[in-house]
């Protein structure tokens, strides 16, 4: 026989000792650079120490709130002052009224309330302030007392968010 035919009738294995050892490491390597998605309902949060269990007594801090109601609603106008028709964008004329609220104070003009604004603010001037628009109100009535409350001094003012009306 020649040596062609010796290794012809050879059997031939594949080790598979090196193969397995492989994927274990393949295995091992993936689950230390696995990365885990952190949970979306957890959030962390940076809470208060003067507030909860703890047995200080901490003051509740006192927030300027104001509430904005419209008493007339007033005519709709395309922005080039013509009567609204049902399509794109629209303004109120004059006739809108807007009722602005502070505590018990209620009043129809921006100045008057915002000189009472920027009387609380005075006051305590670490004091947070609230807008509470209610349904009907819309983004530039909000924006002008907005505008009041910052010029006012108010750094800390939050939103109060819609009602649910039935």
């Known amino acids: 026989m020649t ?3 010796e290794i012809q009738t050879e059997k031939h294995e594949l080790e598979m000792t090196p193969m397995i050892d492989v994927t274990f490491l393949l295995l091992i390597f993936f689950m230390c650079t696995l990365k885990f998605k952190t949970l979306e309902g957890k959030l962390a949060a940076y809470l208060p120490k003067d507030v909860g269990v703890n047995s200080d007594d901490s003051e509740p801090i006192e927030k300027v709130e104001i509430l904005l109601q419209v008493v ?11 009567p609204w028709v049902g399509d794109g964008r629209f303004i109120y004329d004059n006739t809108r009224v807007i009722q602005y609220s502070v505590g018990a104070r ?3 003009s921006l100045a008057e309330i915002s000189k009472r ?10 004091r947070p302030a609230t807008i509470d ?7 530039g009535d909000v924006v002008k007392i907005l505008d009041e409350a910052m010029t006012a001094g ?8 819609a009602y649910d009306v039935k």
């Not at 604004?117 to 670490?126: G, V």
């Open 117 to 126: 604004i920027a009387d609380l603010h005075k006051q305590d001037d670490e």
């Open 106 to 108: 209620k009043t129809n």
């Open 154 to 161: 108010f750094t800390d003012i939050t939103f109060v968010g």
């Open 72 to 82: 007339t609603e007033g005519n709709k106008l395309d922005p080039y002052g013509q």
């Open 133 to 139: 628009a209610r349904p009907g109100v819309v983004y």
């Open 3 to 5: 040596q062609l035919s």
